[in-house]
């Protein structure tokens, strides 16, 4: 007879995954679903008023959880990711917090829908509803924890700035985590995520979530091919994995692997998950309407939760009793947190205006208003008068010189991207088609200053990920003209990221744009203006000076501040001979919302900003001189906030006022003004208030039509005219 060897204990190995970690798994995946199952009874009873479900998808989450390190890494997650958060130390009180919409809710303070995630100290960035958005920003978030590691100083506090208030904590090596399903990747911001996160090797890592329906629209239609990562697998420097996503072993191998292939530094990675969704997009889908119930039912053997209870048995980790005891420990926890949640304080009305801005600083207070401190060149003779776009490059340098956080992209902002070629001085280098940014990646470096894909919304994604971070990015947008691919950053992200998140994040960036027309040739494209539509979001500070020395102060206080600036620089003011300036020294600041007053006068009010400014100025000397009408010019300077104190002391004391805009004149930016001076000054007019602006068509070539549409000096003249005479 054989003698029996004894066989040593099969060492089970899962992926390094140990049984206690197994169980653990199990136990967060049945929680979400079970917290998503409390929400649905709780969404029936009225007592919640959305509901959007992360069923499915709890295998490759609680996955991607344990591959990352929660407070470490970032999270830019979508609505399906309930069981990443849950996994890396969200509770089901908070998120259910969200759902009832409490106060002390960690993700918004029930601003936002439930499972729109967000936890500052679990490094989840406030996420949003619009599908993609969060791409761009990831990449940033990214890019920023490189650029600290590298400039390890720049992180470093100061106070009499937004750096007081944003602490910076970066380790190296971190990994950022973005995820959506298959059908966002339908999205433009998607692909040029990938763009830039491949040549530029950013630590991100996506996760494709791909359940195989966006709503109703299946992955066919929605995908040439049908599968997302045939069609991205030529992206350079990405670890690529397609993997059953119902399967939270191979899920956890395929995001280990790529997890470790981003934090040695070599690119970013890409897992595409396949799960399901047994439930509908959300409570207020029914998938019946399109989905079969032969496929519903074949979905359903896939469920990755049924599936990891199989395996623990199969694999002797937990027997029945085990799990049903678990499974009972999770049912009285979520219903013990939802009761808790259901009596939670609810946000005090009016408290909905708080965090609309930094509640830390305030630009339009006195702290940003200094003194110009003009050197003289030599004794007796005064110092040389330069541009505003001589003062705008003049002020970003010391800026950059103070503050190591800054940092500058753009398309054609560096000198030469080719470093070499500089460096072997075979060229002098371009810094923006205007130039506003010559000779700063030269002072500076190519990790400071550089060139950005052609790519609008690239650049203001990116931005907003590397502000939410630390970094003071200011960024240029070439053409006013062209900033539309940039608008879902721009309307839905950049001002909303403070108050959305209830105070958790903040995004202080500036975008600098060339705007405006009077070009002689400019035309349909390189001519608009349209501030209206930025003044009109709450959140974001718009700034539209219109000489040399209001550029340089208020730029400086742009990028001291702490909130989020639009900053508009006239094409055809660059190089005025109106408005220049000796440069104000390192320190100058112009407090936002402050007008200033151009020139005094008793019988009319003149408000007006930007290229307005010089033309107005013609007129209202033109109208002194022949009709003895002393006008007072106010150049707002600030369009959001704007200074009302001064309008209505002005229009108190002339009695008469005039709007001047460059922008059409319907539902331009002085309609607003010209609305409220009518509303609340009624009694202070003795003549409707009046407006001149462009014609309510577009800016033509042809020099003649161009002089015709936008308004001149001389329309301004005329529309004073009329007024005095009412
Ligand atoms: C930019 C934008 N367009 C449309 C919507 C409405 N919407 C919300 S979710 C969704 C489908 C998303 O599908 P997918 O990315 O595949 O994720 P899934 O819901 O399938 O997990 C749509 C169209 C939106 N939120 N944002």
């Known amino acids: 007879m054989a003698t029996r060897t004894q066989s040593p204990p099969k060492v089970r190995n899962f992926e390094g995954l140990s049984a206690e970690q197994l169980i653990q798994a199990y136990r967060l995946m049945f929680m979400s679903r079970r917290v998503d199952d409390r929400e649905i009874l709780l969404k029936r009873q009225q007592k919640i008023f959305f509901q959007i479900s992360g069923a499915g998808h709890e295998a490759l989450l609680v996955a991607a959880g344990l591959a990352l390190k929660p407070g470490y890494d970032w999270f830019y997650p979508y609505y399906r990711d309930r069981a990443l958060c849950l996994t890396l130390g969200m509770t089901p009180y908070e998120q259910l917090l969200e759902a009832v919409g409490a106060a002390d809710d960690p993700n918004s303070g029930g601003r936002q829908m439930p499972s729109h995630w967000g936890h500052q100290k679990l490094n989840i960035v406030t996420q949003s509803s619009p599908t993609g958005t969060q791409y761009l920003q990831a990449v940033g978030c990214a890019e920023a924890g490189r650029y600290f590691a590298k400039h390890p100083e720049a992180a470093e506090k100061a106070t009499g700035d937004y750096r007081q208030f944003k602490d910076v904590i970066f380790h190296g090596d971190e990994v950022v985590y973005v995820s959506s399903g ?47 990562s045939k069609l991205i697998s030529n992206f ?108 939670a304080k609810l946000p005090e009305p009016g408290s ?65 991207s080719r470093q070499e070629y500089l460096d072997q001085k075979l060229i002098k280098g371009k810094g923006g088609v205007f130039k506003l940014t010559a000779g700063l990646q030269c002072d500076f470096g190519a990790d400071r200053v550089f060139n950005s894909p052609l790519a609008e919304a690239n650049i203001v994604g990116r931005a907003i ?82 000489n040399a020395l209001d550029a340089a102060g208020l730029l400086r206080t742009a990028i001291r501040c ?26 100058y600041m112009v407090p936002f919302g402050k007008a200033r007053t151009v020139q005094h006068g008793d019988d009319m009010t003149v408000i007006t900003y930007g290229a307005l400014v010089p033309r107005a100025l013609q007129a209202a000397q033109r109208i002194e001189h022949d009709h003895g009408v002393k006008v007072e010019m106010i150049d707002l300077r600030t369009l959001s906030p704007y200074d009302w104190d001064a309008i209505a002391a002005s229009v108190k004391k002339t009695n008469r006022v005039l709007v001047a805009y460059e922008d059409c004149l319907s539902w331009g930016y002085g309609a607003e003004i010209a609305a409220r001076i009518a509303d609340e000054l009624f009694d202070s007019l003795d ?21 015709e549409i936008l308004p001149q000096a001389d329309d301004v003249y005329e529309a004073m005219v009329k007024l005095a005479e009412f």
């Not at 491949?198 to 359940?211: F, M, R, T």
């Not at 830390?360 to 007796?380: K, M, R, V």
Request: aromatic content about 10%; hydrophobic content about 35%; some cysteine.
């Open 465 to 546: 990920g590397m502000a939410t971070r630390g970094l003071k990015p200011v960024v240029e947008i070439q053409f006013f003209d062209y900033i539309w691919t940039a608008m879902m950053q721009l309307r839905n992200e950049m001002p909303l990221i403070r108050w959305r998140s209830n105070n958790s994040f903040s995004c202080p960036a500036v975008v600098r744009i060339a705007i405006g027309g009077y070009l002689t040739g400019g035309a349909i494209y390189h001519s608009q203006c349209g501030e209206s539509i930025f003044t009109h979001i709450p959140g974001l500070r718009v700034v539209f000076p219109s």
């Open 352 to 416: 909905e205006t708080h965090f609309v801005y930094s509640p830390d600083l305030d630009p339009n207070s006195d702290a940003f208003h200094t003194q110009p401190q003009i050197p003289h060149a030599e004794p007796g003779k005064p110092a040389a008068e330069k541009t505003m776009a001589d003062l705008i490059n003049a002020t970003l340098r010391d800026e950059m010189k103070r503050d190591q956080r800054i940092v500058m992209f753009g398309e054609d902002i560096a000198d030469c």
């Open 687 to 707: 003549a409707p208030v009046r407006r001149v602006a462009a014609k309510d068509t577009f800016v033509a070539y042809q020099p003649i039509l161009e002089d």
């Open 562 to 587: 702490d909130d989020p600036v639009m900053f508009l620089e006239h094409k055809r003011l660059y190089r005025e001979t109106y408005g220049r300036s000796p440069y104000p020294g390192p320190d």
């Open 182 to 228: 298959e059908g966002t990747t339908s999205q433009g911001e998607f692909w040029e995520s990938l763009n830039s996160a491949s040549n530029g090797k950013a630590p991100v890592l996506y996760l494709c979530e791909d359940n195989e329906y966006a709503i109703s629209v299946p992955v066919e239609v929605q995908t040439a091919g049908g599968n997302i």
């Open 236 to 343: 350079p420097n990405f670890f690529f994995a397609e993997v059953d996503g119902t399967d939270l072993v191979a899920c956890y191998a395929a995001l280990k692997k790529a997890v470790a292939h981003i934090r040695a530094g070599k690119g970013p990675a890409f897992v595409h998950g396949h799960v399901v969704r047994p439930y509908s997009h959300s409570l207020s889908d029914d998938e019946k309407a399109y989905r079969p119930d032969t496929e519903r039912q074949e979905e359903v053997k896939r469920d990755p939760i049924t599936k990891l209870q199989m395996f623990l048995i199969r694999e002797g980790i937990l027997d029945e009793e085990r799990i049903n005891q678990l499974e009972a420990e999770v049912e009285a926890e979520v219903q013990e947190a939802a009761e808790r949640a259901l009596h």
